[in-house]
């Protein structure tokens, strides 16, 4: 580097909230950068006014992203000064195009921020019932369908949780607020295309949602540091 540009990297590559910092002393602006933007196929900051239920999809594909019911709400947030709220009366969801980005059939990177209102039953995270039934839940841990199986995780009311699931040559790993919690063997194809976050119906989540990224390729493998600001735009 140039004695004009410092560049420093927050976290090591292998870490799920990777991203590059930049200062220019010309404009004394920081800016960040992902170095593996190219690959995010969804970037949802959930940002927005009281009960909008506009939400915007800040990644390369910008795609178009409509909501049923649940709206953005400023009373809670995990990052920014709203999130997606769905209360237990409307059954509220976030949907998704169709979109072949969305079939997460190889290598592949979820994450998000949680804060339920209520832990009982079976509460969708992300799901697709349009021919795939693709499904990643909470339901007393964490669900995933196929291939049927419940993977350790545990969750408190009213309380924020940093979640990431990340798999990288058919090895599944799950990770809370940065701690990597266990790994599978897992090949299934999970697709969101024309699925949904949350889910209207039975299966409801409730609570609130936020800062969500999907990327089609791992970012971590190991425990990380997360994030405490929005993941960056480019």
Known sequence: KTAYEISTRD?????????????????????????????VVLLLHMEGSNGSTSIVDSGPLGLAITTSNGTLSTA??????????????????????????????????????????????KQQ????FNGTNAQIA????????????TRSLSLSVDTWA????????????????????????????????GGNICRNGSENF????????????CRCTEDYTVRSTPFPDS
């Open 206 to 217: 409730l609570g609130y949602f936020d800062e969500v990224r999907v990327t089609r390729s």
């Open 11 to 39: 976290w090591s590559s292998d870490v799920c909230s990777s991203d590059l910092s930049t200062l220019s002393r010309g404009s004394w602006a920081l800016t960040e950068s992902d170095p593996d933007f190219a690959n």
């Open 125 to 128: 995270y992300f799901c697709n």
């Open 162 to 193: 940093a979640l990431a699931i990340t798999r990288s040559g058919g090895t599944m790993r799950w990770f809370k607020d940065g701690t990597l919690l266990g790994s599978a063997t897992d090949t299934s194809t999970y697709s969101l295309s």
């Open 138 to 149: 909470y339901q007393s841990g964490l669900y995933f369908f196929p291939p049927n199986v």
């Open 76 to 121: 809670q947030s995990a990052i920014g000064g709203s999130s997606f709220y769905v209360p237990s009366s409307s059954q509220g969801q976030i949907n998704l195009p169709v979109n072949s980005a969305l079939v997460l059939d190889g290598d592949f990177t979820i994450e998000w921020r949680v804060r339920h209102s209520s832990l009982s039953g």
